[in-house]
């Protein structure tokens, strides 16, 4: 199965046990611990996202972004759709899912430790962000974490960036918030066309 389909598996299966439309990135990447992350929180955030900046020749509209680190699946992507039948193809989405999770359940057992445990997941040891400029001030919001800053020119933006994502792991178990301590910060510059 293709990483954006399984992507969005994972997205409707959290929302139908919660009961809900809306999920958040390392919620997915938790549920799919067979991918790399970057490339799940890379596809959430900006390939199968409708009102991300385009980034990527190939594109799926599958979420839209609704708060700071907040996804929606769309309306018409909540529900697996039955697909064609044709020869050596399952019937409906379903059965594909059903076994690209049996898969992944496969893979799971077989890094598990003793009576079953899975080994706990790696805390990342990066926190992505996305800086844009508005007027006189340059915004960071991080996407991992519930951090948002700003700063007057990018030097210190970086700075109370930095700090703001140190003061927000002060004191937090790395187990608890996916993130390692002192993490390392990868910032992206977001910038606006103009038309006209």
């Known amino acids: 199965m293709a ?16 009961g809900g439309r809306t999920f958040r990135p390392d919620e997915v990447v938790r549920a799919l611990p067979h991918l790399n992350p970057g490339t799940v929180r890379t596809h959430i955030v900006s390939r199968c996202c409708v009102n991300a900046p385009r980034h990527h020749p190939h594109r799926w509209a599958y979420f839209r972004r609704v708060a700071r680190g907040v996804y929606e699946i769309l309306p018409g992507m909540r529900h697996a759709r039955r697909m064609q039948s044709s020869p050596g193809r399952p019937t409906d989405a379903a059965a594909e899912a059903r ?44 996407l991992e974490l519930a951090v948002v800053t700003q700063g007057r020119t990018l030097d210190e933006l ?9 003061l927000h792991l002060e004191g937090e178990d790395p187990a608890h918030t996916g993130v390692l301590a002192k993490p390392r910060v990868s910032l992206t510059y977001e910038v606006t066309a103009r038309t006209g």
């Open 99 to 142: 076994a690209a999770r049996a898969g992944a359940a496969r893979r799971v057992a077989e890094t598990a430790g003793p009576c079953g445990r899975r080994a706990a997941a790696k805390p990342r040891d990066t926190v992505h962000a996305v800086v844009t400029r508005d007027r006189h001030w340059y915004v960071a919001e991080c």
């Open 3 to 18: 990483v954006h389909a399984e992507v969005l598996d994972a997205a409707r299966r959290l929302c139908r046990e919660r």
């Open 158 to 166: 970086v700075t109370n960036l930095r700090e703001a994502i140190a």
